[in-house]
């Protein structure tokens, strides 16, 4: 079975090495300002002339309240005033990448992330979905999997209604610890009450799919409390979960500051954490897809996974990796192809851009030939815990064994450990490896080596 999982404490802690989470290869380390508008337009136009269909990711950064956990880019105010400006200049944004695409270029799947895209009011919603059906192929029939980031103090019962109205059909609710000491210590007051309403509004008004976000690694977490936290999330049967370690940075991230890392649990605690909650996850019948996410064995991604068609993204774990992303607004990312680029991730810079009538494309990376044949490779690793090298050979014209020779020692180091299965014609990630899957990616990442590993959270 995909999901099964073999705990081996031992193997977790020699190979809990910090590392990439690989939602994309090369990873956004790599960007460099080199790349431009002008390789945007020529990726877009590539991608009408193929009419390939497309995935829209929507960042709306604003939140009223921090959370210290935090490293997401954002702006924190109280002042709903400052969404409408930064509106205006996204719709300007939506116009001109429009009008390099085909009106044929169905938009699969769509996506508002942040921030708090709930931080808008209701008229504002309608006013931005609006501009995006009038400038993009939205699909009407709810056959596309349009999602949006909840923070359930920021939404009832006439917002869940507005956002099934307006299209939207999956959910994703931040929830990360049910703990009344640790969501003082994060600043982030939430109770089982609000998120169990915003949960029973989205099954009356038949959202398609519920997907429930957990921290583990926050100050004043136990095993004990922790699991407590599970055990009330498993009783309202998320349609997914995501279960991510905290990587304490405070250092990169400025809320995370505010933290007394005195509070935070030790790595032995994080480990223990984590062991729990995959027990109790998957004896409430959930599968582990992958890296930190599950899903009840009926979800489209186990489905996809047992299929050997998940693939991965910006958006992570994905059935719609097919698609081009484009990404709108402040700091978000786009892969059209072989072009990845990103959006200026000051909001001011972003704004001011626009407002002289240019993109705020601001640095990016366009794969080369062994990109390319890397990526596929990561792909098929993270994604099926499996790699068949004809298939790499007959889409890449190489020899597997030949090209990676030099790694062919690290890879038989991993399968003396019981991580990998190594054969003449194929790898497994085996059980005791499949929490691991990142460290066996990265003996496939040709950047690693040169990068600032500080940069990157921990495997586990």
Known sequence: MLDAIRWDTDLIRRYDLAGPRYTSYPTAVQFNSQVGTFDLFHALRDSRKALRPLSLYVHVPFCANICYYCACNKVITKDRGRAQPYLQRLEQEIQLIACHLEPAQK?????????????????????????????????????????????????????????????????????????????????????????????????????????????????????????????????????????????HLPERFMPQRRINSHELPSPAQKLEMLQRTIEQLTAAGYRYIGMDHFALPDDELAIAQEEQTLQRNFQGYTTHGHCDLIGLGVSAISQIGDLYCQNNSDLNQYQNTLAAAQLATSRGLVCNADDRLRRAVIQQLICNFSLEFAEIEQAFNIDFQGYFGALWPQLQGMANDGLIKLERERIEVLPAGRLLVRSVCMVFDAYLEQQNRQRFSQVI
Do not use: C
């Open 107 to 247: 938009v699969e799947q769509l996506h508002f992330g942040g921030g708090t895209p709930t931080f808008l009011s209701h008229d504002e919603l309608r006013q931005l979905m609006a501009h995006l059906r009038k400038h993009f192929n939205l699909l009407d029939d709810d056959s596309g999997d349009y999602g949006i980031e909840i923070d359930p103090r920021e939404a009832d019962w006439s917002t869940m209604g507005l956002l099934r109205e307006l299209g939207f059909n999956r959910v994703s609710i931040g929830l990360q610890d049910l703990d009344p000491a640790v969501q003082r210590a994060v600043n982030r007051l939430q109770s089982l009450e609000e998120t169990r309403a915003v949960i029973d509004a989205a099954r009356t008004l038949q959202f398609r799919s519920i997907n429930i976000d957990l921290i583990y690694g926050l100050p004043k977490q136990t095993p004990e409390n922790f699991a407590r936290t599970v055990e009330e999330v498993i009783s309202l049967q998320p349609d997914r979960l995501s279960v991510f370690n905290y990587a």
